[in-house]
Nanobody, 123 residues
C-alpha cells in the first residue's frame, strides 16, 4: 500500500524552528519528486517546496525562500522540510505529496498525499 506519513508538526513561537518529515512506504522515493504544500481553512492550498528525484532540483515559493530547506534521504525513504524563522502566517496544515520524478507547481499532478501535520506559530 502506497503511503506517505508526515510528522514533526506542533506549536512553536515566532522565530522558532521545526523539521517536518515525510516517510514513504509501499514505494521507493528513488524515482519520486516530493512536494510540500500547506493549507489554511478557507484558503487555497499553497505549494511551498519541491525536490525532484533525478538531479535533486529544488523549488521554493517566495513566501518561504531563505527560511525553509527541503531535503531527502532516499536510504531512509524519507523527505524533510526544515523550517526556520517561523512566522504566524506559516500556521497551516502541511502536506507532503509525491509524483514521478520531476517537480511541477500544480498540486493536481501529485498522486500520493500524506494526511497532513498541523504547524501553529504563535506566542
Amino acid at each position: 500500500q502506497v503511503q506517505l506519513v508526515e510528522s514533526g508538526g506542533g506549536l512553536v513561537q515566532p522565530g522558532g524552528s521545526l523539521r517536518l518529515s515525510c516517510k514513504a512506504s509501499g514505494f521507493s522515493l528513488d524515482y519520486a519528486a516530493i512536494g510540500w504544500f500547506r493549507q489554511v481553512p478557507g484558503k487555497e492550498r499553497e505549494g511551498i517546496s519541491c525536490i525532484s528525484s533525478n538531479d535533486g532540483a529544488i523549488l521554493y515559493a517566495d513566501s518561504v525562500k531563505g527560511r525553509f530547506t527541503i531535503s531527502r534521504d532516499n536510504a531512509k525513504n524519507t523527505a524533510y522540510l526544515e523550517m526556520n524563522s517561523l512566522k504566524p502566517e506559516d500556521t497551516a496544515v502541511y502536506y507532503c505529496a509525491s509524483k514521478w520524478r520531476f517537480c511541477v507547481k500544480n498540486s493536481d499532478n501529485y498522486m500520493s498525499w500524506g494526511q497532513g501535520t498541523q504547524v501553529t506559530v504563535s506566542s
